[in-house]
């Protein structure tokens, strides 16, 4: 099945995709998590210079392509340039934010105290997160997911909207120069999805989007026994003057 990216303010074709088949997407699951295993025994001190490392590299990557993202937000998703040329700061900044914050986000801290016992913990990485993210905001909602990943050492399956492959393409290929199979462009129809579930492969899930799609996946994270994160559409009624 051919995927047709549009430009909404023209009507024109930016470019056509196919969706990968179930066995192209569960090996680019497999890649994923052979570099989960990869870096799983590395001490934690320096597994935390080398998420420095990349979020700064990325962060460059995308301060060098800023005005061809903007421009490919803009043709593709339909916000004005001016809009898109902050969605790309933002998210510039939030990397930044945490390459900077990554040591102190890490260091083992107290949880809770009662009846003289601590609770002490630290973020860990899981393994791959598989990504399904929205069209609306289409390099901010992968990067709030992505650095935070990234940086405690878990790969990435980004599968965006449809809409917006002509960015995630472009994306990919600016994060796959960070860290290679540590992320991958999911090109998937809603389908196949659940397999990707359940495959042991893929360690938890994430979603941005209606309510309905967050209920169907949080029904498929409990039935295979993945971490889930969901941010769901509201209802709110709005006055269009």
Not at 10 to 29: C, N, P, R, V
Not at 100 to 108: C, T
Request: with cysteine.
């Amino acid at each position: 099945m051919v995927v047709t990216s549009l430009n909404p303010n023209t009507g024109k074709t930016i470019a056509e995709f196919s969706y990968d088949s179930l066995e192209q997407s569960l090996a680019k699951s497999q890649k994923s998590y052979q570099c989960f295993l990869s870096e799983y025994s590395i001490d934690i001190e320096e597994h935390i210079i080398l998420s420095q490392k990349r979020l700064k590299k990325l962060g460059d990557s995308l301060e060098s392509a800023a005005k061809e993202l903007a421009l490919l937000i803009t043709q593709e998703m339909g916000k004005s340039l001016l809009e898109s040329k902050a969605e790309v700061r933002k998210s510039i900044q939030c990397i930044r934010w945490y390459e900077k914050e990554l040591s102190s986000l890490r260091e083992l801290k107290l949880y809770d105290k009662k009846e003289g016992y601590l609770s002490l913990g630290t973020p860990k990485a899981v393994g791959p997160v598989l990504a399904i993210m929205p069209w609306n905001y289409p390099l901010w909602q992968v990067i709030r997911v992505l650095a935070p990943a990234w940086g405690i050492g878990n790969p990435v399956l980004l599968k965006p909207s449809e809409d917006v492959w002509c960015l995630s393409q472009k994306f990919i290929e600016l994060a796959q120069s960070v860290w290679g199979e540590g992320i991958q462009f999911i090109k998937a129809p809603v389908p196949n999805i659940e397999v990707l579930l359940a495959d042991k492969s893929v360690a938890a899930v994430t979603l941005t989007g209606s309510v309905s799609a967050g209920r169907s996946v949080a029904s498929l994270a409990g039935k295979f026994g993945k971490k889930s994160v969901l941010e769901l559409g509201g209802s709110d009624p709005a006055l269009l003057l």
